[in-house]
């Protein structure tokens, strides 16, 4: 991966459980996002968090972030079979530059 | 709302052919990101265009080339194409340069035989 490591990298759990993935990073960063992904299919922004942010929360998902240890985690809460994808990280680092550094992803499973 | 539209969405050429991949972005969005994700892997960044001039170069081969248009649609041109550049391409669009979210397409499969 161009930006680091997502773990775990698979993880499943049972409907109505919650569901957390972290994320960690190798540079400084203006912000950083979540996205998911079903299998083959395109990418879907979930939330953005800026550097200067330490929450989010958008419905059920809550996002973190700790630029000391250069980490996020993503929280869903009350799991559904549908949230059943991978998971991405992304970081737009302080280059001057937007485009996105991916993590290696995390795949959900939720068993219903 | 309108979403970003890659066309086509399925590609399938030969070894040593060209592509040509399309982009349309959201309307109003004035940068475009092109992304490979080959099997099993995450998206790698590739090129990116703000107000129809290059902005960031990634991984690109010098096999490929884009551009960005005056409509602010844009083409990711591939020539001499090797096995190894079978993927799924995305496009991604945002309303303005840095600092703000991207909305990917759906993404072009491209099976190189």
């Known amino acids: 991966s161009q930006q680091g490591e997502e773990d775990p990298q698979a993880l499943s759990i049972q409907e109505g459980e919650n569901a957390t993935m972290n994320c960690s990073y190798k540079?400084?960063?203006?912000?950083l996002q979540w996205y998911r992904q079903n299998s083959g299919r395109g990418l879907v922004h979930l939330i953005l968090?800026?550097?200067?942010?330490r929450e989010k929360h958008s419905g059920r998902l809550r996002v973190t972030l700790d630029t000391s240890k250069k980490s996020s985690s993503l929280l869903i809460t009350a799991s559904r079979a549908a949230d059943t994808a991978s998971y991405f990280c992304?970081?737009?680092?302080?280059?001057?530059?937007?485009?996105?550094?991916f993590g290696t992803g995390t795949r959900l499973t939720v068993i219903p | 709302a309108a979403g970003v539209i890659q066309s086509p969405r399925h590609l399938i050429k030969e070894k040593r052919e060209t592509a040509t991949l399309k982009c349309y972005p959201i309307?109003?969005?004035?940068?475009v990101y092109w992304y490979q994700q080959g099997p099993g892997q995450d998206p790698q960044f590739l090129i990116s265009?703000?107000?129809?001039?290059?902005?960031d170069k990634g991984s690109i081969p010098d096999r490929f080339s884009a551009q960005q248009f005056s409509d602010y649609h844009s083409e990711l041109n591939m020539s001499s194409l090797e096995l190894g550049d079978s993927a799924l391409y995305f496009c991604?669009?945002?309303?303005?340069?840095?600092?703000?979210?991207?909305?990917f397409g759906p993404g072009t499969r491209l099976t190189v035989t």
């Open positions: 968090i800026r550097s200067n942010e």
């Open positions: 309307p109003r969005h004035d940068t």
């Open positions: 992304a970081t737009c680092n302080q280059t001057g530059a937007n485009n996105l550094f």
């Open positions: 540079t400084s960063i203006n912000n």
């Open positions: 265009f703000y107000e129809k001039m290059q902005s």
């Open positions: 991604a669009s945002s309303l303005g340069f840095r600092d703000y979210e991207q909305y």
